[in-house]
């Protein structure tokens, strides 16, 4: 059952409602790819910063509901998204439309550009900090290789290294 509202975009989960205020863009990519993000963004003289949530292996928005409560709750904003071929975002595989697909992890790291480019830079409150689980950890890590001052703070979670 979806939401209705500025949060229509979001799936209502029984027990876990999604955290008021939420506003889901779409993002389409120059691939074609469609990325759903959602962000919840405080009053600047609010905010202590945002929290970039990124996420593991067949993770999406709605699995995070309770921790991006607790960080609003803490004076955090937040921005998410789902991955390609994850949650609502868009599938590439065209028969077996729910398995996650990526030709090569360079596609996750241009999700996570575009993310940061287009809603974190654009609409979040420094200082930036950043919340990864698993591979979302793996794409991170690569993310702050190159682009080491973007983030106050790291926090990675089980982060998915030195797979075979």
């Known amino acids: 059952m979806a939401l209705a509202g500025p949060q229509s975009d979001l799936v209502a989960v029984p027990g876990y409602p999604a955290p008021p205020g939420a506003v889901v863009e779409w993002l389409t990519l120059a691939d074609g790819v469609k990325l759903r993000t959602a962000r ?3 009053p600047a003289h609010e ?3 945002t929290v970039v949530l990124i996420q593991g292996r067949t993770e999406f928005i709605e699995k995070y509901f309770e921790v991006v409560g607790e960080l609003l709750a803490r004076g955090l904003s937040v921005v998410t998204f789902d991955w390609r071929g994850q949650g609502l975002s868009s599938r590439l595989l065209p028969v077996h439309r729910l398995k996650g697909h990526v030709r ?4 996750f790291d241009a999700d996570l550009v575009a993310v940061m480019t287009r809603i974190v830079r654009e609409h979040g409150t420094k200082p930036y900090h950043s919340l990864a689980h698993s591979m979302g950890g793996n794409v991170l890590l690569r993310y702050l290789h190159d682009n080491p001052h973007e983030f106050e703070r790291a926090v990675l979670t089980a982060p998915m290294l030195a797979v075979r």
Request: without cysteine; negative net charge; proline residues 0%.
């Open 40 to 42: 919840w963004i405080l």
């Open 47 to 49: 905010a202590h910063g």
């Open 104 to 107: 090569d992890f360079s596609q």
